[in-house]
Structure formats: C-alpha cells, structure tokens
C-alpha cells in the first residue's frame, strides 16, 4: 500500500510569510505525527494529532499549529516564518495513538528567505 | 532530552556483523525500547522494539540485558546500504508518548 506523502517536497518561503504543509498517512493509520529536522537542533517533536484531536505537543512557539481532517490527512500552518525555520519537516503516521510505531514520509523542506 | 546514550559514530565492514550499542539507565518498568534508522535525504525509519525480551525480525535483532539498561541493536550481515544514523529511543506506549529523538550513531559500513 502507499507510503506517507507529503507535499510539497521542496518550498521557498520570505521571512514574514505563512505557510502549509499537507501529510497524507498510510491508509487506515489515524494517528499522524509532525516533526521539525535541522543540523543544529536534530529531529524535534512538534505535536501528534489522532482522531482529528492533537494528542500531545512538543516545545515549540504558538507560531505552529496543525490540524487533522477526517480522512486523517494532516496540514501544519507555519506563521511569521523566520529563518530559524528553515528545516526538513517529517510527518509520521502510525495505526496507534502515540506514534511509537511510525512510518515516516520523505519530509518537506522549507528554505526561508 | 533524550534518555539514552549512544556512540557518535562507528564503522563496519560490509557482510560482517554490526553491533550497535545504547545506554538507557534511567529506564523505567513501562518503557520500551525502540530503533529507527535515517538514510541520508530521508525520512527515517523504524527498524524494530522491545520490552525486556530479545525481539528478532527480518531487519534486525535486538538483545536488552536483563537489567534493561543497555541494548545493542545488530545487523546481522551488514550492506552498503545500511549506512544510516541509528536512533536508540525509549518510550512508554498507550498515552501521552512520543518519539524523542537523541544524535544517533552515525554506522558506516565499509566495502
């Protein structure tokens, strides 16, 4: 069956800007969980949204939010983009809420300028 | 912060073993054990967990000492394509868990 798909695979974004990145799971997986990659800081958790509810949420500024439909397809919202949020963002699926067993999609860089 | 150790990087020929070593002390009764791996440019992907036996499947093998604070994750014939940052994670499962991800070792296997 298909994997995780994200779109779109690369996006060039100014400073100020606001941006939405789209995670579709494997089918039938209801949990989808979103992770921010960068040389600096690693693999970092964002937030874990399961049954369209989020479930839990990583440390990060109000400026990133997510939303999950009732396909279970995910959207993240960046606002405000500032440079610092230049980064691969990973979105992972998984059957079960938690996300421990995920497969995760090839991700989505985001350049800000 | 993650909750486990594991060596920056390590090197292996390729057909033989590799041995992959991770410090998990502070583990806890509820906690597993899990390993993903990241080819470079992707995303990453889980290789296999454990609670307190060892757990065998067609990627890989994974040994827990009795006392849980330790695991090595092995590679039975390693390839080429086995060249990967290797993430030892330990979390709960069935609540409010999820995925922390420390620095990984960074396994390259060697023709």
């Known amino acids: 069956k298909a994997g995780v798909t994200q779109t779109p695979r690369y996006l060039i974004k100014t400073r100020g800007q606001q941006v939405t990145l789209s995670c579709s799971p494997i089918?039938?997986?209801?949990?989808v969980s979103w992770y921010q990659q960068t040389p600096g800081q690693g693999l970092q958790f964002l937030f874990e949204y399961f049954s369209e509810t989020q479930r839990n949420k990583g440390n990060f500024p109000g400026r990133f939010s997510g939303r999950q439909f009732s396909n279970s397809r995910s959207e993240m919202n960046v606002s405000t983009l500032e440079l610092g949020d230049s980064a691969l963002y990973l979105c992972a699926s998984s059957p079960r809420q938690g996300g421990t067993e995920a497969f995760f999609g090839q991700g989505t860089r985001l350049t800000v300028v | 912060d993650a909750k486990t150790t594991q060596p920056p990087s390590m090197d292996c020929a390729e057909g033989r073993a590799a041995n992959l070593p991770c410090n998990h002390s502070t583990i806890s009764g509820n906690e597993y054990v899990y390993w993903y791996r990241q080819i470079h440019s992707q995303g990453p992907q889980y290789i296999i967990h454990g609670l307190k036996n060892n757990e065998t499947n067609e990627m890989a093998s994974l040994i827990i000492t009795e006392d849980r604070k330790s695991s090595t994750l092995i590679l039975p014939h390693a390839t080429l394509r086995d060249t990967a940052v290797y993430y030892c994670?330990?979390?709960?499962?069935?609540?409010?868990?999820?995925?922390?991800f420390g620095k990984g070792t960074k396994l390259t296997v060697n023709p």
């Open positions: 089918s039938g997986h209801r949990s």
């Open positions: 994670i330990v979390t709960s499962q069935g609540g409010s868990e999820k995925l922390v």
